[in-house]
């Protein structure tokens, strides 16, 4: 199977193309055999670049489905194969040409249009963390040499926490984890409207969109809100971390442009 070409025509990945994922999982065990270090890291990226796509095509199946939750947990986890695609990508040459920047900007612009802005955040005091790649125990002062994030023999290095205790649980409005987003005890209210409004118009997947923001005047400092207190803006954060930083208290304006269609077939 020649994955090179499927991937250059990313444009056209469909969910049929899952099957190709337990392929590569095949090809991907029987290289990590063989100590092929270069092949096994390899083939690890090409299954998450394929992964990554997938997701996406999830993505706009939910968005059409209302299933907006559902949908953002998609887009973080994209996020997190990219992380991953970039941080290797000296593994594949040609990963320019897989789709990666495609990917990136349109997890972007759809975030941006979610109505998400304040989320839940654990601080934890972490007691015993261990390499996933060789399960050694390690710290500061104790490395084992793996570096978090990288792959070595189609593994990826990432730390496991197996022994930690909970300190706070805060909540923030720009969380390491997308995934904790608040919801109201009777169900979401969330207004969605921008999401429904770009869902209806595009005719593919692979239809390029952009989301531009800017701040535009609401009202001005009135010199009786706290710092500490809430922004009158509605953004979430304390006044002194948002628009006290402005000659005026700010709201937000979404401009969401459209280029012209791309030469796909409709959903």
Same mark, same amino acid.
């Given at each position: 199977?020649?994955?090179?070409?499927?991937?250059?025509? *990313?444009?056209? /990945?469909?969910?049929?193309?899952?099957?190709? +994922?337990?392929?590569?999982?095949?090809?991907?065990?029987?290289? #990590? %055999?063989? !100590? #092929?270090?270069?092949?096994?890291?390899?083939?690890?990226?090409?299954?998450?670049?394929?992964?990554?796509?997938?997701?996406? +095509?999830?993505? /706009?199946?939910?968005?059409?489905?209302? %299933?907006?939750?559902?949908? *953002?947990?998609?887009?973080?986890?994209?996020? /997190?194969?990219?992380?991953?695609?970039?941080?290797?990508?000296?593994?594949?040459?040609?990963?320019?040409?897989?789709?990666?920047?495609?990917?990136?900007?349109?997890?972007?612009? *759809?975030?941006?249009?979610?109505?998400?802005?304040?989320?839940?955040?654990?601080?934890? +005091?972490?007691?015993?963390?261990?390499?996933?790649?060789?399960? #050694?125990?390690? %710290?500061?002062?104790?490395?084992?040499?793996?570096?978090?994030?990288?792959?070595?023999?189609?593994?990826?290095?990432?730390?496991?926490?197996?022994?930690?205790?909970?300190?706070?649980?805060?909540?923030?409005?720009?969380?390491?984890?997308?995934?904790?987003?608040?919801?109201?005890?009777?169900?979401?209210?969330?207004?969605?409207?921008?999401?429904?409004?770009?869902?209806?118009?595009?005719? %593919?997947?692979?239809?390029?969109?952009?989301?531009?923001?800017?701040?535009?005047?609401? #009202?001005?400092?009135?010199?009786?809100?706290?710092?500490?207190?809430?922004?009158?803006?509605?953004?979430?954060?304390?006044?002194? !971390?948002?628009?006290?930083?402005?000659?005026?208290?700010?709201?937000?304006?979404?401009?969401? *442009?459209?280029?012209?269609? +791309?030469?796909?077939?409709?959903?």
């Amino acid at each position: 199977m020649n994955i090179h070409n499927k991937l250059l025509s *990313w444009m056209s /990945i469909s969910h049929d193309d899952d099957s190709i +994922l337990d392929y590569l999982e095949t090809e991907l065990i029987k290289s #990590q %055999s063989l !100590n #092929q270090n270069a092949d096994s890291n390899r083939i690890y990226l090409e299954k998450r670049i394929l992964t990554a796509h997938l997701r996406y +095509l999830d993505v /706009i199946s939910f968005l059409k489905e209302n %299933s907006f939750y559902e949908a *953002w947990v998609e887009l973080e986890r994209i996020e /997190i194969d990219l992380i991953v695609i970039k941080d290797n990508k000296d593994f594949i040459p040609e990963i320019s040409h897989y789709g990666i920047n495609f990917l990136a900007r349109m997890v972007r612009n *759809w975030q941006n249009l979610f109505p998400y802005k304040i989320f839940g955040s654990s601080r934890e +005091l972490i007691k015993e963390v261990r390499c996933s790649v060789c399960n #050694q125990t390690r %710290s500061f002062i104790d490395d084992c040499g793996h570096v978090k994030n990288k792959i070595y023999n189609g593994n990826l290095c990432y730390d496991e926490v197996v022994d930690f205790e909970i300190i706070t649980y805060d909540v923030v409005s720009n969380p390491v984890n997308k995934f904790s987003v608040f919801f109201a005890s009777d169900g979401d209210h969330n207004n969605y409207s921008h999401l429904i409004s770009v869902i209806k118009y595009i005719e %593919s997947p692979h239809q390029i969109f952009q989301v531009l923001t800017w701040k535009y005047k609401t #009202q001005e400092h009135t010199g009786v809100i706290s710092p500490e207190s809430m922004c009158p803006c509605g953004n979430f954060k304390k006044y002194a !971390n948002c628009c006290l930083k402005y000659d005026f208290i700010c709201g937000k304006h979404i401009h969401i *442009w459209f280029p012209l269609p +791309l030469n796909v077939e409709p959903v």
